[in-house]
């Protein structure tokens, strides 16, 4: 069951912003087809020819494979998993799922000119969309791949919608984290600890050298402090990114973003890769933003295709 948060009031409008991995490196990684001249020769050449001799310059992560006849790009995503840290402990496995998304319903905007989007002429804007809902998975980084989408078709497109992690108030109303916390301890007792303790395996060995915890090993285990902790999102700082066809992201474990949002009139098929391990509060967990009152509503403000944003972007290359 989702947990509530209060939509913000006023009401805030989200300027959407092109999708480029600089842009978006707070929140995870994104990939898109190369567009240069160069790259795209690769593929109107005989298998016989090299890449060296098709003109293809490798960049600083692409090396010759497949007897050179193909670019492998080295690292483009990472995959990682963090639920050696979820209370339950139990071992998770890697999905691979396909996603048919169809395209949202947009609302039409009753207040040109309010808010950040005021740059933005009434005739680029597309319409609004809605910010109901947002989730994460704390414990896996999440990938969407979308399937057979030319960059070239405008009628093709998505909405990215990601926020960071509010750190945790005790000043909140008392309900339930979204994160799952680890149940108390419980404290031992001195006969507990001594009654388990062993005798040195080489008393009589004076070669052999003792023991000793660094002070490295009693730091926080590799990977803990990536964890996104048990707070909220935070609505105030949410963005929003429109990405086409060409282009795949990655969200870092516990990114909080909203379910995938086609745009347009055609629906996206996605392959989504990420780590799950069956207990549900710890392969994912949703947010859900309520609105109270009619001036408190969280939409994100969609261009039209082929529009300019409200800042021009760099679309984001391998």
Known sequence: ???????????????????????????????AKSTSSSANKSHHRSPSQSVATAGVAPTTNAVPANQGTALKYTDVFSMETLYKFAPSRKRARVAMNRFVCSPRELKPDTKPGDGPSHSQSQD???GLF????????????????P???????????????????????????PRPPPFPNPPPRK????????SRARPPPFPEDPERPLLSVSASSQSAPAGRKHLPGPGPPDLQNIKAFIADGSQ???YKPGTWHAPMVVLGKEAIDFVVVHHVNGVSSEDCQEAEIVCTGV???LVAVIPKPGRPFRQNQVKAKL
């Open 130 to 145: 809605p910010i109901k809902i947002l989730e994460r998975h704390p414990f896996t980084s999440q990938t969407f791949i």
């Open 187 to 194: 404290k031992r007792s001195f006969k507990e600890i001594f």
């Open 248 to 250: 795949a992201i990655t």
């Open 295 to 297: 001036e408190e509503e």
């Open 1 to 31: 069951m989702p947990s509530s948060i209060q939509a913000p009031s006023p009401s805030l409008r989200v300027t959407v912003e092109a999708l480029t991995s600089e842009t978006f490196s707070p929140f995870g990684s994104a990939v």
């Open 124 to 126: 680029d804007i597309d």
């Open 147 to 173: 399937l057979g989408v030319s960059a070239l078709n405008k009628d093709a497109r998505y909405l990215v919608i990601v926020a960071p992690t509010l750190p945790p108030s005790r000043n909140r109303e």
